[in-house]
């Protein structure tokens, strides 16, 4: 079964500085959708950002860049020049095709002024 | 455009009482799921409906029933409820083909004394 893996519970950014949460999945598919959802203090889940493994390039929305490293099976996001907005939960999740979700433990994110 | 919607949005109940919580989506979604969420563990998926008239058991199944009313709603029930069953429980929809993104629902806190 696939399994996602967050090894950083906790993490701290100062305003405007830059950060990287490290994620790292496994699985034996060869085609397969990797995702970072938010989850600020409100409950509500968004999708930050999404990779399609077929895809060499790392996606990029703004602020937010990933790292995909297929061989390595990691997906890191990094967030850029980080704001006090961006304080939340961070969950990796997997998705191959026709399977569910898989998501991570999740990472706490303090962004400190 | 509502998205995904969910009721009640808070719930207390004593240990073996029942309730239903509600789910909605207006995007012509296939797919529907039903996670909870518990500190540490992420979100892990109870029930899905890959499609109207389907149902199936997800990781974490036992305690819970699922009702796919319709394309657009997704019911989820405990019949007797339990101080395990404490969590945040969150509804997603999503399509079956294309980018595989799921949106979720503002998500409803269970307690259960």
């Known amino acids: 079964a696939q399994t996602v893996t967050q090894s950083q519970p906790e993490m701290s950014v100062q305003e405007a500085e830059t950060v990287t949460l490290s994620c790292t999945y496994d699985?034996?598919?060869?085609?397969?959708?990797l995702f970072w959802y938010k989850q600020p203090p409100s409950r509500q889940m968004i999708l930050v950002i999404r990779?399609?493994?077929?895809?060499?390039q790392n996606a990029t929305e703004n602020r937010f860049s990933v790292n995909f490293q297929k061989a390595a099976k990691s997906f890191s996001l990094k967030i850029s020049d980080s704001q006090l907005g961006d304080a939340a939960m961070y969950f990796c999740a997997y998705r191959s095709y026709g399977q569910n979700f898989v998501f991570g433990p999740g990472t706490r994110l303090s962004v400190l002024p | 455009n509502a998205g995904v919607t969910q009721t009640p949005k808070f719930q207390v109940l004593k240990t073996g009482q029942s309730m239903t919580l509600q789910c909605a989506q207006d995007m012509n979604h296939n797919s529907m799921y039903w996670y909870r969420q518990d500190p540490g563990m992420g979100l892990r998926l109870i029930y899905y409906s890959a499609s109207e008239g389907t149902t199936d058991k997800g990781e974490v199944p036992n305690g819970y029933n699922v009702s796919r009313l319709n394309k657009r709603e997704f019911s989820l029930r405990l019949e007797s409820a339990a101080p395990s069953q404490t969590s945040v429980y969150f509804c997603?929809?999503?399509?079956?083909?294309?980018?595989?993104?799921?949106?979720f629902g503002p998500g409803t806190r269970l307690t259960v004394t």
């Open positions: 997603a929809s999503s399509e079956l083909q294309g980018s595989y993104e799921q949106y």
């Open positions: 990779q399609e493994a077929y895809k060499q």
């Open positions: 699985t034996s598919e060869s085609d397969y959708y």
